[in-house]
Nanobody, 128 residues
Framework: QLQLVESGGGLVQPGGSLRLSCAASGFTLDPYAIGWFRQAPGKDREGVSCISDRGGTMKTYVDSVKGRFTISRDNAKNTVYLQMNELKPEDTAVYYC????????????????????WGQGTQVTVSS
């Protein structure tokens, strides 16, 4: 059974860091782009970052997280990470990872349409 499981969320003070993990089971992550998304209370879900398949040569970040967040993948561990530094209260949200519905070699997008398999989410709260 195809499954994505996020972990690493929690409560952190402004300026702090967290590393989110997205572990896949039931399939191999290697051929697929993976995206991170978030949904804050009362807001629509938005794309945060994505990484292309295999070596992850393409990485994309939404403007609000550029320079603070870093996406990476470890195909041997079948896991994608989102390192989040300099966290701000406006980063508070449930964070989701998702897998593209089919391979898009060398490409990824933070638009939600191509992503068909989603994890259950992990809560990130940035507050003093």
């Amino acid at each position: 059974q195809l499954q994505l499981v996020e972990s690493g969320g929690g409560l952190v003070q402004p300026g702090g860091s967290l590393r989110l993990s997205c572990a896949a089971s039931g399939f191999t992550l290697d051929p697929y782009a993976i995206g991170w998304f978030r949904q804050a209370p009362g807001k629509d879900r938005e794309g945060v970052s994505c990484i292309s398949d295999r070596g992850g040569t393409m990485k994309t970040y939404v403007d609000s997280v550029k320079g603070r967040f870093t996406i990476s993948r470890d195909n041997a561990k079948n896991t994608v990470y989102l390192q989040m530094n300099e966290l701000k209260p406006e980063d508070t949200a449930v964070y989701y990872c998702a897998r593209a519905g089919r391979p898009y070699p060398g490409s990824c997008t933070v638009a939600q349409g191509p992503y068909k398999s989603w994890g259950q989410g992990t809560q990130v709260t940035v507050s003093s």
